[in-house]
C-alpha cells in the first residue's frame, strides 16, 4: 500500500511479529484460534483504528484489543493484509479476528461473531470547505469515491446519477479527492478525521449526513456501531471479548483512549435510540454500552 499521507493512516504493513510473552497455559481451550494462545489480528493499516507500530497495537481499536488480550492471556500476532480481504480471511481461518472501524450490519451478523460496540459513528460527506455537502441530494450526478468493501455501497449506488469510484486505502481515496478526479468522499469517519486534523491545510471538510432517511440506513443512521469480528465457531472468545469491552466501557476508559486518537465527538459515544442488534444477533435483555455503564 502506498501511504499518501505520510504514514499517518498506515505504517502497520510490514509489522508482523509477536508482541507479547508468550501466553500461560491458562488460555481457555474453548477458544478456537488459528495458533493455540495467539490471536491473530487483521492489520488493514489505517489510524486511528487499528495498527501495528512501536512493538503494540495502536489506535482506537487496537488499545482496546491491547488491552482485552493480555487480560485473556493471549499473545497478539499482526497480519497485514487488504480491507477488501480482511472478512473473508477471519471467515476462513486465516486470521482470528478483525477490527478497527469495522461496522456492525444485519448481513455481517449473519456470518460472522461481531462483540459489542466499541464505538458509535455516523457517516458523512468528504467535500472542499467550499462546498460543505451533508445531504443525499448533494451526491447527485457527482463523480465520489468510497472504500472496497464498504457495507453501504448498495445504498450509495442508488442515488440519481452517482458516478462512484472504489479504492483500497484511504490514502488513494483523499489523494483522488484533492486532484479533482472525484468531487466527494464517503469513506471511514475516524479515518478521515484523523487525516484531516493532521492536513489543515488540504481544505476539506468531512460534514455527516443530516438526512437520517430509513431508505439509506447503513448511509446515513445515527448511532451505528463499530466492532470486532471472529468466526462463528469462536462464540466463546467473542463472550470474553464482550466482558472485557464492557468494562472498558464501564470505567470509561474508552473516552480516555479516544482522548489520544481525537475521537472526541459525542457521537462516537452515543448509541443509537433504536435497539437494532435484539433479535438480530442480542437477546431481548441487552442494551449497547454507554459510559459509566
Given at each position: 500500500?502506498?501511504?499518501?499521507?505520510?504514514?499517518?493512516?498506515?505504517?502497520?504493513?510490514?509489522?508482523?511479529?509477536?508482541?507479547?510473552?508468550?501466553?500461560?497455559?491458562?488460555?481457555?481451550?474453548?477458544?478456537?484460534?488459528?495458533?493455540?494462545?495467539?490471536?491473530?489480528?487483521?492489520?488493514?493499516?489505517?489510524?486511528?483504528?487499528?495498527?501495528a507500530r512501536d512493538g503494540k497495537l495502536a489506535g482506537y481499536d487496537g488499545d482496546i484489543l491491547q488491552i482485552a488480550a493480555e487480560r485473556l492471556d493471549l499473545k497478539i500476532k499482526p497480519v497485514p493484509m487488504?480491507?477488501?480481504?480482511?472478512?473473508?480471511?477471519?471467515?476462513?481461518?486465516?486470521v482470528d479476528i478483525i477490527g478497527g472501524n469495522v461496522a456492525w450490519t444485519k448481513q455481517r451478523a449473519e456470518t460472522l461473531s461481531l462483540t459489542?460496540?466499541?464505538?458509535?459513528?455516523?457517516?458523512?460527506?468528504?467535500?472542499?470547505?467550499?462546498?460543505?455537502?451533508?445531504?443525499?441530494?448533494?451526491?447527485?450526478?457527482?463523480?465520489?469515491?468510497?472504500?472496497?468493501?464498504f457495507s453501504f455501497l448498495p445504498e450509495l449506488r442508488k442515488i440519481k446519477g452517482l458516478e462512484l469510484s472504489l479504492y483500497d486505502s484511504s490514502d488513494a481515496a483523499l489523494r483522488d479527492l484533492l486532484a479533482g478526479r472525484i468531487e466527494a468522499l464517503v469513506g471511514d469517519p475516524p479515518v478521515i478525521d484523523y487525516a484531516l486534523a493532521k492536513n489543515p491545510d488540504w481544505g476539506l471538510v468531512n460534514l455527516p449526513f443530516t438526512d437520517n432517511n430509513p431508505d439509506y440506513p447503513l448511509l446515513t443512521g445515527l448511532g451505528r456501531?463499530?466492532?470486532?469480528?471472529?468466526?462463528?465457531?469462536?462464540?466463546?472468545?467473542?463472550?470474553?471479548?464482550?466482558?472485557?469491552?464492557?468494562?472498558?466501557?464501564?470505567?470509561?476508559?474508552?473516552?480516555?483512549?479516544?482522548?489520544?486518537?481525537?475521537?472526541?465527538?459525542?457521537?462516537n459515544y452515543t448509541p443509537s435510540v433504536e435497539n437494532f442488534r435484539i433479535g438480530v444477533d442480542r437477546p431481548t435483555d441487552w442494551s449497547p454500552p454507554v459510559c459509566g455503564n
Amino acid at each position: 500500500m502506498q501511504h499518501f499521507i505520510f504514514g499517518l493512516l498506515g505504517g502497520a504493513i510490514g509489522i508482523a511479529v509477536a508482541l507479547q510473552p508468550d501466553p500461560s497455559a491458562a488460555t481457555d481451550p474453548a477458544y478456537h484460534l488459528a495458533e493455540a494462545g495467539v490471536l491473530s489480528v487483521a492489520i488493514t493499516g489505517d489510524m486511528p483504528g487499528l495498527v501495528a507500530r512501536d512493538g503494540k497495537l495502536a489506535g482506537y481499536d487496537g488499545d482496546i484489543l491491547q488491552i482485552a488480550a493480555e487480560r485473556l492471556d493471549l499473545k497478539i500476532k499482526p497480519v497485514p493484509m487488504e480491507w477488501s480481504g480482511a472478512i473473508a480471511a477471519v471467515q476462513t481461518g486465516r486470521v482470528d479476528i478483525i477490527g478497527g472501524n469495522v461496522a456492525w450490519t444485519k448481513q455481517r451478523a449473519e456470518t460472522l461473531s461481531l462483540t459489542d460496540p466499541t464505538g458509535y459513528f455516523q457517516n458523512g460527506i468528504t467535500s472542499p470547505k467550499a462546498a460543505a455537502w451533508h445531504a443525499l441530494k448533494d451526491l447527485e450526478d457527482r463523480k465520489v469515491g468510497s472504500m472496497t468493501g464498504f457495507s453501504f455501497l448498495p445504498e450509495l449506488r442508488k442515488i440519481k446519477g452517482l458516478e462512484l469510484s472504489l479504492y483500497d486505502s484511504s490514502d488513494a481515496a483523499l489523494r483522488d479527492l484533492l486532484a479533482g478526479r472525484i468531487e466527494a468522499l464517503v469513506g471511514d469517519p475516524p479515518v478521515i478525521d484523523y487525516a484531516l486534523a493532521k492536513n489543515p491545510d488540504w481544505g476539506l471538510v468531512n460534514l455527516p449526513f443530516t438526512d437520517n432517511n430509513p431508505d439509506y440506513p447503513l448511509l446515513t443512521g445515527l448511532g451505528r456501531q463499530y466492532v470486532f469480528g471472529l468466526s462463528k465457531d469462536n462464540a466463546a472468545l467473542a463472550a470474553a471479548l464482550n466482558a472485557e469491552i464492557r468494562d472498558l466501557w464501564t470505567s470509561c476508559t474508552v473516552n480516555a483512549i479516544g482522548q489520544r486518537y481525537g475521537n472526541v465527538s459525542r457521537a462516537n459515544y452515543t448509541p443509537s435510540v433504536e435497539n437494532f442488534r435484539i433479535g438480530v444477533d442480542r437477546p431481548t435483555d441487552w442494551s449497547p454500552p454507554v459510559c459509566g455503564n
